[in-house]
């Protein structure tokens, strides 16, 4: 059995565990982060390796949305600041 350690941010948290309990994914939430992240462990065989990339996929395009979202908001500063 092989483990991984996923953060999933606040926003991603309802999408996740659909995931997860659609796919029977055997999983522990091991506590928050002081962003608000949920840290879960989750277990899986090397047959599941397939769902696991999909989780990360799930989770790169929260981080690519947070990540525009700086980006925007750094725009925005520097037009202020003119």
Known sequence: MRNTTFYVPEEA???V??????NDISNSIEG???DGELILEISYEREE???????????EN???EDDEEEDD????D?????
């Open 49 to 59: 390796s397939a769902i696991i990339e999909e989780l990360h996929a799930i989770l």
């Open 73 to 76: 908001e750094e725009e925005d």
């Open 32 to 34: 928050m982060t002081e």
């Open 78 to 82: 520097d037009e202020n600041e003119e």
């Open 17 to 22: 565990v659909q995931f997860i309990d659609d």
């Open 62 to 64: 929260y981080e690519e």
């Open 13 to 15: 948290i309802q999408e």
